[in-house]
């Protein structure tokens, strides 16, 4: 088979055979397929889309492009949650360990945060001495004995998705349903997970802002993963305004601790909830929804989320202390609140301003190559709705420059409104798709 007639025949609009789709996921694995051919087929299925077959052909030769993680040694049944992610969503932070405190082993493997969205490894980072890279063997050893590991891609699963996306981010075929679910899933289901959540988020902050392509993508998504035997199910959550009130990595981390001690934002764990619930329901660890509503909010109110996060984090080498005293996380040298001109409700506060002054500041990258810096973004920050009083804070700005912190408070004072007008608050979770 080679590349030039199966590239020929996708762009002349045919469905491909799983063995076409193998013969190009194996040249993207091991070099055979030149970077023009890898690239001319990617748009190809971008203008031509892919059947629901051929996207199932196309997930299972990705994940088997690499390892699949062997966790028949874990004995709980093992759920993972994934993000598509948005501004300031730190809910895998707290959720994995609620989840395990439940019984259900968390194995989850993240990666790092791009352009304006956050990454649950940088987060974590922050954490002064906590390791990601762990090898999969740590990992196996970390899940047998606390039910949950927080790691990094490794090299070894799904390696054709490493070539394929940096293909995409450069050739503008990203955002086309059946490449994501491939990208997605392959990395998902190599990790040995045997039910999967996916918040699948839509709006101004989110990868996909339009709700009804991200509905499109939770669909595909759920179809193919259960096709591939593992229950899935979808969470459609809004992504208006950040998830929470902080955005940027240690004080990331240091609001999900408070969700951990049951002092989260309201916003933030109904999101938590809502996928907690779906990781229960679909490992049969809870019959309904309001029984595994309850069981997770025991483990908060009883301390036993907060007791397995601290395990999480000795395991991996981190320092526990920050749990009973967040100020051990990196701090910035200025923190600066930023007054509100006005008198009025809250009319408007924009996840991707606000995302791009966290990455102003320097906790994003805008490049794969860039550091981040952990102390630096956004606290405290008011939420749609809220009333405000003239000069009170509307957020804190966490900075270790000037011109940086200059800059995101001019970008903040034009995410956030103050207004007359009451709102109807967007719904926060609007579906859950594959009941
Ligand atoms: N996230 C991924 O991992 N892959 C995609 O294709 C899009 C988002």
Not at 91 to 98: E, I, K, N
Not at 352 to 367: D, F
Not at 383 to 388: A, D, F, N, Q, T
Request: aromatic letters at 4%; proline letters at 4%.
């Amino acid at each position: 088979m080679f590349p030039q007639h199966i590239i020929a025949r996708k762009r002349d609009g045919h469905a491909l055979n799983r063995d076409e789709i193998a013969a190009f996921v194996h040249g993207a694995t091991d070099g055979s397929w030149a970077d023009y051919q890898l690239s001319a087929m990617l748009m190809a299925i971008f203008l031509r889309g892919m059947t629901p077959q051929e996207t199932a052909h196309y997930t299972e030769a990705m994940m088997n492009s690499g390892i699949v993680a062997d966790l028949s040694s874990v004995k709980l049944p093992k759920a993972d949650k994934h993000s598509t992610g948005g501004v300031g969503d730190k809910v895998s932070l707290h959720l994995a360990p609620m989840v395990a405190a439940c019984g259900v082993a968390v194995p989850m493997i993240s990666g790092r945060g791009l352009g304006h969205t956050g990454g649950t490894l940088d987060k974590l980072e922050s954490i002064p001495g906590f390791r990601v890279g762990l090898s999969l063997a740590e990992y196996r050893a970390e899940l047998e004995q606390i039910g949950v590991s927080l790691i990094g891609q490794t090299a070894e699963l799904a390696p054709a998705d490493k070539k394929l996306y940096a293909l995409r981010d450069v050739t503008g075929t990203v955002e086309c349903i059946p490449l994501i679910c491939g990208s997605i899933l392959s990395k998902k289901l190599a990790e040995g997970i045997d039910v999967l959540v996916l918040d699948v988020k839509f709006g101004r902050g989110a990868f996909m802002k339009d709700r009804t392509k991200a509905r499109e993508l939770a669909q595909a998504l759920v179809a193919v993963a259960t096709a591939m035997g593992k229950p899935t199910r979808a969470v459609l959550t809004a992504m208006e305004e950040p998830l929470g009130r902080a955005v940027g990595n240690a004080l990331e981390v240091a609001e999900s601790i408070d969700c951990l001690k049951g002092r989260g934002p309201v916003d933030t764990m109904e999101v938590t909830y809502a996928l907690g619930e779906q990781m229960l329901l679909l490992t049969k660890t809870a019959t309904t929804t309001a029984e595994a509503r309850a069981r997770l909010e025991a483990s908060v109110a009883s301390g036993a989320a907060a007791a397995k996060f601290r395990e999480l984090i000795a395991a991996q080498g981190g320092d526990v202390c920050v749990v009973d005293e967040p100020a051990r996380l990196p701090q910035a040298r200025f923190k600066v609140p930023l007054a509100s001109p006005r008198a009025g409700l809250i009319t408007d506060v924009d996840a991707m301003g606000v995302a791009l002054a966290a990455l102003r500041l320097g906790a994003g990258r805008a490049k794969a190559e860039d550091r981040v810096d952990h102390a630096v973004g956004v606290s405290a920050l008011v939420k749609m709705g809220e009333r405000i009083a003239p000069g009170a804070p509307m957020c804190v700005i966490h900075a270790n420059d000037e011109s940086a912190l200059a800059a995101a408070q001019a970008m903040l004072a034009q995410a956030i409104t103050v207004g007359d007008a009451a709102l109807v608050a967007p719904k926060l979770i609007d579906e859950v798709i594959g009941v």
